[in-house]
Nanobody
């Protein structure tokens, strides 16, 4: 089982980035996918998640209206489109899979390595 997050980088405040989470080694279409982030000195927090079919999504209040989660099961890939980025969005972003849609990180079974997003002012 592998999850590979990519797409992070340095962007100015107000800019956009699209993160990708590529899954391999299992049938990812059977799993919910979540995006989490951890900023320096802070606890990990849930950002967004999407059900196995893509029909249900959840967003943290801090990103609602700015971020959009999606998935392409044919490509075993999930995405996180991040618009209107703020300095406080700076963090390492991780993707993970769970048996059901959940906001709780502990319910996610497999985690990928993170990708760093840095938003400058």
């Amino acid at each position: 089982v592998q999850l590979q997050a990519s797409g992070g980088g340095l962007v100015q405040a107000g800019g956009s980035l699209r993160l990708s989470c590529a899954a391999s080694g299992f049938t990812s279409e059977h799993y919910a996918i979540g995006w989490f982030r951890q900023a320096p000195g802070k606890e990990r927090e849930g950002v967004s998640c999407i059900s196995s079919s893509g029909g249900a999504t959840y967003y943290a209040t801090s990103v609602k209206g700015r971020f959009t989660i999606s998935r392409d099961n044919a490509k075993s890939t999930a995405y996180l489109q991040m618009n209107s980025l703020k300095v406080e969005d700076t963090a390492v972003y991780f993707c993970a899979v769970a048996g059901r849609l959940s906001r709780i990180g502990a319910e996610y079974n497999y985690w990928g390595r993170g990708t760093l997003v840095t938003v400058s002012s």
